[in-house]
C-alpha cells in the first residue's frame, strides 16, 4: 500500500452475523465489484480499534469521499476506503452511514475468508494499511 497509509491495529471481534446477507445482495455485489474489482467474500470482517490513530482515522473516514456504496430505497448509504491486512490480504473498511454506528468497529470485507486465510479467532489482532481519500 501507498506510504500515505494509516496504520491501524484492530482486533476481531464477533459481529451481528448481518453481513453475509448485505455482501450476497446483488446491488451491494455489483458495487463492489464495479467499485472496488472484487466481489466481496459473504460476510465481513469485524473489528474493535480504539485510541487516538484509530479516532484520527475514523474522523478522517467521515470527512473524506472515500468510495461510495449507493443503495437502493431502504438501504443505508456507506463508503469504504481501501486497504491491506497484515501486509498480505486486499479488502476495503466498510462505513455505514448511519447514526448510531458503533464508534469502536470497523467492518472489513475482502475477496478471500480472512479468518480462514489468516487462522484467526475473535480475540486476535490484526495489522491495516487503510487509505483514506
Keep these: 500500500m501507498s506510504c500515505g497509509a494509516t496504520v491501524l491495529d484492530g482486533c476481531l471481534r464477533s459481529g451481528l452475523g448481518e453481513g453475509a446477507g448485505f455482501t450476497a445482495?446483488?446491488?451491494?455485489?455489483?458495487?463492489f465489484r464495479a467499485k472496488l474489482g472484487y466481489s466481496p467474500y459473504p460476510g465481513t470482517l469485524?473489528?474493535?480499534?480504539?485510541?487516538?490513530?484509530?479516532?484520527?482515522?475514523?474522523?478522517?473516514?467521515a470527512q473524506a469521499r472515500g468510495i461510495a456504496i449507493d443503495p437502493p430505497s431502504g438501504f443505508c448509504a456507506a463508503?469504504?476506503?481501501?486497504?491491506?491486512?497484515?501486509?498480505?490480504?486486499?479488502g476495503a473498511a466498510v462505513l455505514p452511514e448511519v447514526a448510531?454506528?458503533?464508534?469502536?468497529?470497523?467492518?472489513?470485507?475482502?475477496?478471500?475468508p480472512v479468518r480462514e486465510a489468516l487462522r484467526l479467532s475473535d480475540g486476535d489482532c490484526i495489522t491495516l494499511h487503510l487509505l483514506i481519500v
Aim: hydrophobic share 40%; charged share 30%.
Design 25 to 31: 445482495l446483488d446491488w451491494v455485489d455489483r458495487q
Design 46 to 61: 469485524n473489528l474493535s480499534l480504539r485510541g487516538g490513530d484509530w479516532d484520527s482515522a475514523r474522523q478522517a473516514m
Design 79 to 90: 463508503k469504504c476506503f481501501t486497504l491491506v491486512i497484515d501486509g498480505r490480504i486486499q
Design 100 to 112: 448510531d454506528y458503533p464508534g469502536d468497529k470497523l467492518e472489513i470485507v475482502a475477496p478471500v
